[in-house]
């Protein structure tokens, strides 16, 4: 026992923590090869880091896929754990990351900005969003979101010669720190009454001191909400999203909306259901029985997730339809997205929360894969991102339209797509618990995306170009990721068994690793 009140075995950190550790390695041997490289030209030493990224992440992927899978653990008393939930989400961001890192190969050069140090601030977001997802203690959920979230910001800054990815990232900044500024007060406050900030021990505390009424836990669970939605893009959250989305390099947006979006579904899944809900008390603990009595708050959080995902999902949609920015129509849309799988988290059930999982996979792939299109034909930022530049696509540029119209229509939700699945199982979660109307009104909510979806493939192949728009070039790395993410969109959608099952694993492994 050390004088910090903990012990632990390297071979336990290991286990635990291999992942992000790979990470951290990654970043620090980027940035000596960044260093010595420095005599070379621009793009030559960018693209040399590039794949030195693409290579890492790949390596990670690999590692957490067929090394961590199995272990179920925690380190330093419950601040991080290894579990096959955590993971699962983990292998969702590493995946967007590798994605992402093969688009910005030809994004940098498209937009000649060759800087090496983009892929620092990728990798080093992808390690804050690992540990962000490992996280079982409070504390360590702030400070990791705290480190991805600034390399964010850095990546939505990247073009510093415009002044939207300028504006944006300042929103971002303000508005995430405001988000921030709500978890960490959430978290004084449950510390204040339990003493702890570990999800178990807070969960046992509460249960076990009748603390469920109490209006201080109330309010630290409100401001937890409020923290993750900011995160999570649902709507009274939402405002940032739209200029933050436009305004961001292209590829940065599409991991913006995948890799963050997923690990703050992901963390909120893990906040709500092992320290406000029963699921502990279902692992074989005896430990955690008492935690039985959680179920009473379900009466003050479950109306909140209710109302906040029909309002996300109509607002979402409502706005998309307006919009002649194809980019900034994708934002809405990702809000929308978010309200459709809140209804997994309404759920509350093993379905649900499969779902969700299932559902951010799905999503990774169809929108990097849009965005992956938008930057191609976009050529250089912001020179084709509205509705008239795509006006004829589809005959001067089939390739691209075809691949623009699949994510597309995955992203509608229309079979045989990775998209219908997806809504299907969050759905059906939901009407499995009684939430008909909800669901109902989900159903007409995607009527709306279907209009907004469709009407760019439509002016794609139904209407006379108006403007000579001239695409990126469309570099090997870009076309690997964007038919990696084609064909995972249709293969899912075909047979999504094989995923759905690992998703169902995963879930339940959150009332374990404690």
């Known amino acids: 026992m050390s004088n910090l009140g903990f012990s632990f075995s390297l071979e336990q950190l290991w286990n635990v923590c291999s992942g992000q550790i790979l990470l951290i390695i990654a970043g620090l041997v980027l940035i000596i090869a960044d260093i010595m490289l420095i005599g070379r030209e621009k793009s030559s030493r960018a693209g040399i880091i590039g794949w030195i990224t693409i290579g890492s992440l790949v390596a990670v992927l690999l590692h957490v896929m067929f090394r961590q899978w199995d272990v179920t653990q925690t ?10 939930f955590s993971m699962f989400v983990c ?20 937009n000649k900005v060759n800087h090496s140090e983009y892929y620092i601030l990728l990798i080093f977001a992808v390690y804050g969003t690992v540990a962000f997802i490992q996280s079982v203690d409070l504390l360590m959920m702030f400070i990791t979101l705290e480190i991805m979230s600034i390399a964010v910001y850095g990546l ?17 900044f303000m508005l995430g720190s405001f988000g921030s500024a709500f978890f960490l007060f959430g978290m004084a406050l449950i510390y204040g009454y339990t003493g702890s900030v570990n999800l178990s021990t807070i969960a046992a505390k509460i249960a076990s001191g009748g603390l469920f009424h109490q209006p201080a836990i109330l309010i630290a669970l409100a401001m937890l909400f409020v923290g993750l939605f900011f995160k999570m893009a ?22 913006m909306a995948t890799a963050v979006k997923a690990a703050a579904f992901g963390v909120f899944v893990k906040v709500l259901f092992i320290t406000f809900t029963p699921l502990l008390s279902t692992g074989g603990n005896s430990e955690f029985a008492s935690t039985v009595n959680l179920a009473a708050l379900s009466s003050y959080w479950k109306p909140v997730v209710w109302w906040s995902a029909l309002f996300t999902m109509f607002l979402g949609n409502l706005l998309a339809v307006s919009q002649q920015n194809v980019k900034r129509m994708l934002a809405y849309s990702s809000i929308a997205h978010a309200g459709y ?13 499969a779902g969700i999982l299932f559902y951010l996979f799905s999503y990774t792939l169809m929108n990097l894969g849009a965005f992956g299109v938008l930057y191609l034909i976009d050529g250089v930022e912001r020179k084709a991102q509205t509705l008239d530049d795509y006006k004829g696509l589809g005959f001067k540029y089939p390739g691209l339209a075809f691949l623009m119209s699949l ?22 979660a939901a009407i499995k618990e009684g939430y008909m109307l909800l ?13 907004y ?62």
């Open 75 to 84: 380190v330093f008393s419950g601040i991080f754990s290894a579990d096959k």
């Open 156 to 172: 939505a800054a990247f073009l510093k010669s415009c002044r939207h990815s300028q504006e944006a990232a300042f929103k971002y």
């Open 234 to 255: 649902m709507v009274p959250f939402h405002m940032w999203t739209p200029d933050v989305y436009e305004g961001s390099p292209s590829v940065v947006t599409g991991f």
């Open 91 to 110: 292998a969702v961001v590493i995946i967007s990351g590798i994605l992402a890192a093969l688009l910005s190969i030809g994004y940098l050069d498209n």
């Open 407 to 428: 994510f597309l229509v995955a992203m509608a939700g229309l079979p045989p797509t990775a998209g219908f699945i997806a809504k299907f199982y969050v759905f059906s």
């Open 341 to 353: 799988m809140a209804l997994g988290i309404l759920a509350a059930n093993a379905d649900g929360r």
């Open 453 to 514: 979806y469709l009407r760019v493939i439509w002016m794609m192949y139904m209407v006379d170009a108006e403007k000579d728009v001239v695409p990126g070039t469309v570099t090997a790395p870009t076309l690997v990721a964007i038919i990696v993410a084609a064909l995972g969109v249709m293969y899912l959608g075909v047979l999504p068994e094989g995923l759905a099952n690992i998703a169902s694993v995963a879930q339940a492994s959150l009332s374990m690793v404690f």
């Open 439 to 451: 669901a109902a009104l989900g159903i007409l909510t995607s009527v709306f995306g279907l209009y």
